[in-house]
């Protein structure tokens, strides 16, 4: 069996990945604090809205610096938990990511109050897909390239396709390099002449389909963008290899529910494809069933006494029910576990309740680890 | 209650990732269609390789296929409803051949912010129109979008609004302000929020309550609490259950009772901050039966 340490053995950034809804915020948490009380000093970035993160670690608001979690807190929450190392936090502010970096890169303040004053560029977050991707990874980036920490968890945002993640650098350095359709949008010049008829007809035909004055605003747009253009897609590059680092592991997290497991699958394909390197499949809110409830038909006769006939029953199916929703979720991990050739996936039982506070996050950090205490 | 529902043209199914949308939306449709209205299931920037709710192996991405009597289904991909838009648009001939390879074109498409949305939506337009522009295709009665997750959604409710805003003039500024026309007009046009009874599920569903108020001025329509589990115990019967705690079973059986109380208390808080009474469905061990999952529907909506 490998263990989450040996998994997570020379990785400095550790990326957290799968759908919606499988508790991918609450694992990272969790792996962050768990790394943190074994000695490490980790920073956890997230970039969920419902700030899930910042309620679980008790912090008030997280900023775009990743902020330290009072040691003290998770000594009252956990007085038995020495922690060992540091735990820092950060919620990922998307679009101050991204003005931080066009300023970062702009060449003179014309430029940069250009950009950032364009409509356009305004509208970028919520138009481009996997901006907010681009952002999660470029913090990353920094925060490696600054070398502050020994571990990086990034929570990825929830994106419906795995792809607006994974292929967020290369989107966004296409976006960027439209600078060459401000060649089409003067076509009196001799470039225009010289790229011919068929350029022309696109020309006319954007002008028609989408109005003249978006048309303008785009121009007005590459326009500034032009002397940013190089440090960006440099920026970019660096992001994207970043991605395939031998310091830098995916971790997928599903639940075995049929739209997590598709995602996980469809998930870890484009890994490969990519060349990116997969750490390990979580297979979270499985249901679990112990030997020890017995089976429904005799639990009926067994507390029939103690409970009465009706009640009796209504345990015995909620334990069937329980079967049945165990016997489902071992075949949905089983096919997990084949799909990605992953013969040992770390399995988290519904836990009961929400994870909301440290003591949660430790006891799921110990069924991550694999803590034989934590099982059952 | 529900034949108000399935008197509108579009009904689009949008809440929290991963709390059950497009399998609610199919299920939504198989009512409408039992009820003996043309309806047609869109699933919006879907993969087509990800198995989708209905079985429809083999079909190409942006057909029509029909699945069941009066159901049909589409899945919507903007590339796709770009090209339709330029054949659409520009007389037959060798010049939408030259836009659609052109990188250029693509990339420009790409580039113009909300220009994905914006198709999206038009296609939806389209599909929920008497007088269909698809050639040979004829009208639905009712259209069941599978939307995106809640901030995506209703990014693609907008982006008509917007558009006809950022455009000024011209035949995009045109069209949006038609196509926004239907998606604000609560006649034609309902938001079914689906949640789960979580605290993030209903939290995002009180979101999405305010951003579609402010995007569209749509009210949420109805809200379906989805993957419900049995709620059995009374507090009676659980005093007695606390007793017996020591046997593994009633232990187990007391957890269930725990989260079933939890479930209880989102359920209501789900009532108060969208001010609707949940539909509710229940989860199903065996994956969700459209059939079953239909009757469970048709029965909450009518209530």
Redesign the interface.
């Known amino acids: 069996m490998t263990s989450l340490a040996q998994r997570l053995e020379g990785k400095r950034v550790v990326i957290v990945a799968g759908?919606?809804?499988?508790g991918k915020t609450t694992a990272s948490a969790a792996l962050a604090l768990g790394l943190a009380v074994g000695g490490a000093r980790v920073a956890v970035v997230t970039i969920d809205p419902?700030k899930?993160l910042a309620e679980s670690l008790g912090l008030e608001q997280l900023g775009n610096e990743p902020r330290r979690v009072q040691t003290e807190l998770l000594q009252a929450a956990a007085p038995d938990t020495k922690m060992r190392g540091e735990l820092w936090a950060m919620m990922l502010d998307p679009k101050a990511t991204f003005d931080e970096l066009m300023v970062r890169l702009s060449p003179d303040a014309q430029t940069r109050d250009e950009v950032l004053g364009n409509?356009?560029y305004r509208?970028?977050s919520?138009?481009?897909?996997g901006t907010q991707e681009f952002s999660a990874i470029a913090k990353l980036y920094e925060l490696h390239h600054e070398g502050g920490f020994d571990v990086l968890v990034l929570d990825t945002p929830?994106s419906?396709?795995a792809l607006d993640f994974l292929d967020a650098p290369d989107r966004l350095t296409?976006?960027f390099?439209?600078r060459?359709?401000k060649v089409?949008l003067t076509p009196t010049g001799i470039a225009g002449r010289l790229l011919g008829a068929?350029?022309s007809?696109?020309f006319g035909?954007?002008k028609?389909?989408?109005?003249?004055?978006?048309l303008g605003?785009?121009a007005v747009f590459f326009r500034s963008l032009g002397g940013l253009v190089d440090g960006f897609k440099e920026r970019a590059a660096g992001v994207k290899a970043l991605l395939s680092d031998p310091v830098t592991t995916f971790l997928i997290v599903a639940?075995p529910?049929?739209?997590?497991a598709?995602?996980a699958i469809?998930f870890h394909d484009k890994l490969r494809e990519a060349e990116m390197p997969f750490g390990g499949l979580i297979v979270n809110r499985a249901h679990v069933v112990?030997a020890?409830?017995?089976q429904p038909e005799a639990?009926c006769a067994e507390?029939d006494s103690?409970?009465?006939t009706s009640?009796a029953n209504?345990?015995?199916?909620?334990?069937a029910?329980?079967q049945?929703?165990a016997a489902?979720d071992a075949v949905s991990i089983a096919h997990l576990s084949d799909e990605l050739d992953e013969p040992d996936p770390i399995v988290v039982p519904m836990l009961?309740?929400?994870v909301t506070d440290v003591e949660g996050l430790l006891a799921l950090y110990r069924h991550l680890a694999g803590d034989g205490a934590a099982r059952g | 209650m529900c034949s108000d529902l399935l008197a509108k043209r579009l009904l689009v199914v949008t809440g929290k990732g991963g709390v059950g949308k497009t399998t609610v939306a199919a299920a939504l449709g198989l009512v409408a269609a039992r009820a003996g209205k043309r309806t047609i299931v869109a699933e919006v920037a879907r993969r087509s390789d990800v198995t989708s709710a209905f079985d429809r192996e083999g079909s190409r991405p942006f057909e029509e296929v029909q699945l069941a009597r009066e159901l049909f289904h589409i899945s919507i991909d903007p590339q796709d409803a770009l090209e339709e838009y330029l054949r659409d648009q520009l007389p037959p001939g060798p010049l939408v051949d030259i836009l659609k390879r052109s990188r250029m074109f693509g990339l420009l498409a790409a580039a113009t912010p909300g220009m994905r949305e914006l198709l999206t939506v038009g296609k939806l337009w389209e599909l929920a129109q008497l007088d269909r522009r698809t050639p040979g295709a004829d009208a639905y009665d009712l259209v069941v979008v599978d939307a995106p997750a809640t901030g995506h959604g209703v990014a693609i409710l907008k982006a008509p609004r917007t558009f006809a805003a950022a455009a000024g003039s011209g035949p995009v500024a045109r069209q949006g302000t038609i196509i926004d026309a239907t998606i604000s007009d609560p006649a034609q046009t309902a938001v079914v929020a689906v949640a789960r009874a979580e605290e993030l599920a209903v939290t995002e569903t009180a979101l999405l309550r305010s951003a579609l108020h402010e995007a569209v001025g749509l009210e949420l329509e109805r809200v379906v609490a989805n993957a419900l589990e049995p709620d059995r115990f009374t507090p009676r019967e659980a005093a007695l259950l606390e007793s017996q705690r020591a046997h593994p079973a009633v232990a187990r059986a007391l957890s269930d009772h725990r989260r079933a109380l939890r479930q209880r208390a989102q359920l209501a808080r789900l009532r108060k901050l969208t001010g609707h009474k949940p539909a509710r469905l229940a989860l199903h061990a065996g994956g969700a039966d459209l059939e079953l999952l239909a009757d469970e529907l048709e029965a909450q909506l009518a209530a």
């Open positions: 759908s919606g809804g499988v419902a899930r409509r356009i509208e970028l919520s138009a481009v897909a929830p419906r396709n296409d976006f390099e439209g060459a359709l089409l068929g350029t007809v696109v035909v954007l028609r389909i989408t109005g003249v004055d978006l605003d785009i639940s529910e049929r739209e997590p598709a995602e469809f112990g020890e409830l017995g639990l507390l103690a409970l009465g009640l209504k345990v015995a199916d909620s334990v029910d329980l049945r929703l489902r009961d309740g929400d």
